[in-house]
């Protein structure tokens, strides 16, 4: 098997999260011989805005009002973390991003620039108010009322047309999946459609 692509997209709250762990979990199984990079630029931002300079102090006011990363911050944590740790023959997940137009091109010269070929984009489609409950029982941290219905707010505006950045772009293998089933189902649906 080849080093695959994947990108795991959707409104906050649909279990892209969860799908891609199960997926990376899949890949370590059937090609145990390759790592599997994980990128998942939301635990990274988290991570980030513990840290007391100014950048990550304006970082997590963002967050803390339930606001969308700043793009050139979710580049810089991508970047950071290919440029010093992905290898050539891994498989590569990217979990939650990107979320933005612009964060979608950037992503797509990732891609030029590491000479991967037909990246799967993986949109997990799920209501608004399956997301709601979905967020309401995991209890992180940032999962109260306000932040997310502010979350919710953004995926019109932002994310959708991030998503449509790929649907409409031959160059990646576009893949639906209804997330509005059992963890299980959902996992399946991903592996049938995408043959492993």
Same mark, same amino acid.
């Given at each position: 098997?080849?080093?695959?692509? #994947?990108?795991?997209?959707?409104?906050?709250?649909?279990?892209?999260?969860?799908? *891609? /762990?199960?997926?990376?979990?899949?890949?370590?199984?059937?090609?145990?011989?390759?790592?599997?990079?994980?990128?998942?630029?939301?635990?990274?931002?988290?991570?980030?805005?513990?840290?007391?300079?100014?950048?990550?102090?304006?970082?997590?006011?963002?967050?803390?009002?339930?606001?969308?990363?700043?793009?050139?911050?979710?580049?810089?944590?991508?970047?950071?973390?290919?440029?010093?740790? #992905?290898?050539?023959?891994?498989?590569?997940?990217?979990?939650?991003?990107?979320? /933005?137009?612009?964060?979608?091109?950037?992503?797509?010269?990732?891609?030029?620039?590491?000479?991967?070929?037909?990246?799967?984009?993986?949109?997990?489609? *799920?209501?608004?108010?399956? *997301?709601?409950?979905?967020?309401?029982?995991?209890?992180?941290?940032?999962?109260?009322?306000?932040?997310?219905? *502010?979350?919710?707010?953004?995926?019109?505006?932002?994310?959708?047309?991030?998503?449509? #950045?790929?649907?409409?772009?031959?160059?990646?293998?576009?893949?639906?999946?209804?997330?509005?089933?059992?963890?299980? /189902?959902?996992?399946?649906?991903?592996?049938?459609?995408?043959? #492993?």
């Amino acid at each position: 098997m080849l080093p695959q692509n #994947f990108i795991f997209i959707g409104r906050s709250g649909c279990g892209k999260g969860t799908q *891609a /762990k199960l997926l990376k979990e899949h890949l370590s199984k059937i090609d145990p011989q390759r790592q599997v990079f994980y990128l998942q630029t939301g635990a990274e931002f988290r991570k980030f805005i513990q840290g007391g300079n100014y950048t990550q102090k304006l970082s997590r006011k963002i967050l803390d009002r339930g606001g969308l990363t700043p793009e050139f911050l979710a580049v810089y944590m991508w970047s950071r973390a290919l440029a010093e740790n #992905f290898k050539e023959d891994e498989h590569l997940i990217v979990d939650g991003s990107p979320r /933005k137009f612009h964060e979608a091109g950037v992503l797509d010269s990732i891609f030029d620039f590491y000479k991967r070929e037909k990246p799967y984009l993986v949109s997990i489609v *799920a209501s608004e108010g399956w *997301a709601i409950e979905r967020l309401r029982g995991r209890g992180r941290f940032d999962d109260n009322s306000d932040d997310i219905k *502010a979350r919710l707010s953004w995926y019109e505006t932002d994310v959708l047309p991030a998503i449509n #950045f790929y649907r409409n772009n031959p160059r990646y293998v576009f893949l639906e999946i209804n997330g509005e089933q059992t963890i299980e /189902k959902v996992h399946r649906d991903i592996l049938e459609k995408l043959s #492993f």
